[in-house]
């Protein structure tokens, strides 16, 4: 079973930048993806970006496109978010989820497993 383990969230005014890693423990299967997610207060789950552990393959959503970059080291089984040119709008509790097909899913239900999610606030 794999476990999620996300960190790096924190304060950062507009324009700033933040890394977010997400650290896929008990990870055992070589390929499928991971994806992150965020969450703002009053709103619904939403896709932000995910990618390929076999072949690095992404996929954006279009409000992060150009800003945010995902890209994972498979010895470590990490994933990274490197989030550059920060709004407020992309304040939410992001989270990191992991699913076994090789598919770039952007529903959150289709994904498996999921970490408990890290904090992250823009201010303006």
């Known amino acids: 079973q794999v476990r999620p383990v996300e960190s790096g969230g924190g304060l950062v005014q507009a324009g700033g930048s933040l890394r977010l890693s997400c650290a896929a423990s008990?990870?055992?299967?070589?390929?499928?993806?991971m994806a992150w997610f965020r969450q703002a207060p009053g709103k619904e789950r939403s896709f932000v970006a995910a990618?390929?552990?076999?072949?690095?393959?992404?996929r954006y959503a279009d409000s992060v496109k150009g800003r945010f970059t995902i890209y994972r080291d498979n010895a470590k089984n990490t994933v990274y978010l490197q989030m550059n040119s920060l709004k407020p709008e992309d304040t939410a509790v992001y989270y990191c989820a992991a699913d076994r097909s090789n598919v770039l899913h952007t529903t959150p239900n289709v994904y498996d497993y999921w970490g408990q999610g890290t904090q992250v606030t823009v201010s303006s």
């Open positions: 990618i390929k552990w076999t072949g690095g393959v992404t």
């Open positions: 008990g990870r055992t299967f070589s390929s499928g993806a």
